[in-house]
């Protein structure tokens, strides 16, 4: 199976200041077509989660602009420029080349 | 706008059976995989399981190949999971999720409770 580590699994961080999460696989992400599927999830307290990012770099309709994500192969970033107040929560990446489908163990941000 | 509605959870004793069901609406049912992912109580996402567009292609986690089952009915918009053999390790949060390789959209999720 692939494993996806996630770093750090806790990050305080203050509003206005950037924030930035990072996710290594075991084994290269690039799919048979060309395609990368890494993608990024927010989870909120008591929510379900909600894709940010897919294909490593792709905003999702709706998702604030200070989000990127970045990467390739087998290193991926989830960079967030200024953090709000509403950016609390778990943050995932997920693999979606390899069988079977694998998530990170979820970063957690909080306001310091 | 796409809604991914899950029923069926609820408290069952280990060894028992329970139907998930995910109802979907927004989009083409049948151009889309569709997956289950879960969550046990304060831990992080796991994969469980995806059934192609047609339905002709599963997938499964090896902690539940065996166990469960997943089918879907295009005529309805309806996804399934059939959870058989349950154990208090199957207690969590399942959500259905469109998509096998982005999951684009999730529903609000399920709660399954295993325990006597």
């Known amino acids: 199976d692939v494993v996806m580590t996630q770093s750090p699994l806790s990050l305080p961080v203050t509003l206005g200041q950037p924030a930035s999460i990072s996710c290594r696989s075991s084994?290269?992400?690039?799919?048979?077509?060309?395609?990368?599927?890494l993608n990024w999830f927010h989870q909120r307290p008591g929510q379900s989660p909600r894709r940010l990012i897919y294909?490593?770099?792709n905003r999702d309709s709706g998702v604030p602009d200070r989000f990127s994500g970045s990467g390739s192969g087998t290193d991926f970033t989830l960079k967030i420029s200024r953090v709000e107040a509403e950016d609390v929560g778990a943050y995932y990446c997920?693999?979606?080349?390899?069988?079977?489908?694998?998530f990170g163990q979820g970063t957690t941000v909080e306001i310091k | 706008e796409v809604q991914l509605l899950e029923s069926g959870g609820g408290l069952v004793q280990p060894g028992g059976s329970l139907r998930l069901s995910c109802a979907a609406s927004g989009f083409t049912f049948t151009s889309f995989a569709m997956s289950w992912v879960r969550q046990a109580p304060g831990k992080g996402l796991e994969w469980v399981s995806t059934i192609s567009g047609g339905g002709g292609g599963t997938y499964f986690a090896d902690s539940v190949k065996g166990r469960f089952t997943i089918s879907r009915d295009n005529s309805r918009n309806t996804l399934y999971l059939q959870m058989n053999s349950l154990r208090a390790e199957d207690t969590a949060i399942y959500y259905c999720?469109?998509?096998?390789?982005?999951?684009?959209?999730w529903g609000q999720g399920t709660l399954v409770t295993v325990s006597s």
């Open positions: 999720a469109s998509g096998s390789t982005t999951f684009d959209y």
């Open positions: 997920m693999q979606g080349t390899h069988w079977p489908r694998t």
């Open positions: 294909r490593v770099s």
């Open positions: 084994q290269s992400l690039v799919y048979s077509d060309g395609n990368t599927y």
